[in-house]
C-alpha cells in the first residue's frame, strides 16, 4: 500500500469513527444537546480535527442521514424480489426489526431521536425505492392494494403502510429502550417481530 491510499485508508478511519461517536451520543442526549467540542473530547480529538473532516455539525448530521438511511433501504433490497405483495410486506417487515436490532445506534439516531427527519439531506432519495425504504414499503402496500389483497377499509396507501411500519417499530423500540429493565421477562424480540408481523398480515388480508 502506498503512502496516498494509506492516508485516504486513516482519513476514512477517523470519518468513521466520529460519526459513529455521534450517532451514539445524539442518540443518548438528543441532536441539539451534542456540540461538536463534545464528539471530540469522546473520541479523545482536537475540535480542530473534527472540523478537519466536517465544517460544522449539520455536515455531519447530514453525513449519518445520507449513511444510515441508505443502509436502511439497502438492507431492504437483499430480501429480493418477492412477486406476492403480502409476502413481500411481511418480509420487509421482518427485514426492518433485524436492521433496528443488529444497529440499535443506528435505529435510535434514525427513529427514536428528535429532529432527523427534519433534515434536508433526506429530501434527495424521497421516491426512489431503492434509496428510500419507506418508498419500497409504499409501492409494496400498492402493489396489495391494486390486487385485491387487503380488506376493503384499506384503501389508503400511506395509511396501511404506516400501520405496518409503527407495528414492527413498536416491537423494536420497545425492546431498544428497555431490554435491560429487569422488572419485566423480555420475550425474545425476534420471536416477537415474526409473530406480531403474522398478526398483522391476518388482519388485513381479505378472507379468501
Known amino acids: 500500500m502506498g503512502t496516498k491510499e494509506r492516508r ?43 472540523y478537519h473532516h466536517f465544517r460544522d455539525k449539520q455536515a455531519l448530521i447530514a453525513e449519518l442521514c445520507d449513511r444510515d438511511y441508505r443502509a436502511l433501504a439497502h438492507h431492504f433490497q437483499r430480501i429480493g424480489r418477492i412477486d406476492d405483495p403480502v409476502e413481500r410486506l411481511r418480509a420487509l417487515g421482518i ?65 396501511l403502510a404506516q400501520i405496518a411500519w409503527a407495528s414492527v417499530h413498536g416491537v423494536v423500540s420497545l425492546h431498544i429502550a428497555k431490554h435491560d429493565d429487569k422488572w419485566i421477562a423480555w420475550a425474545d424480540p425476534r420471536q416477537s417481530v415474526r409473530l406480531m408481523v403474522d398478526a398483522l398480515i391476518r388482519g388485513i388480508v381479505r378472507d379468501a
Do not use: C, W
Not at 469513527?17 to 467540542?37: L, S
Open 8 to 50: 485516504e485508508r486513516e482519513r476514512e478511519g477517523t470519518r468513521d469513527r466520529i460519526v459513529d461517536a455521534a450517532r451514539e451520543m445524539f442518540a443518548d442526549a438528543g441532536i441539539d444537546a451534542v456540540t461538536m467540542r463534545a464528539i471530540a473530547d469522546r473520541i479523545e480529538y482536537t475540535p480542530t480535527a473534527i
Open 95 to 159: 427485514a426492518y426489526a433485524e436492521f433496528a436490532l443488529t444497529h440499535p445506534n443506528h435505529y435510535r439516531f434514525m427513529f427514536m431521536t428528535p429532529k432527523v427527519a427534519e433534515h434536508p439531506q433526506l429530501d434527495s432519495d424521497k421516491g426512489n425505492p431503492e434509496e428510500d425504504a419507506y418508498e419500497r414499503v409504499r409501492q409494496t402496500v400498492a402493489d396489495g392494494i391494486a390486487a385485491g389483497r387487503y380488506r376493503a377499509e384499506f384503501t389508503s396507501v400511506d395509511q
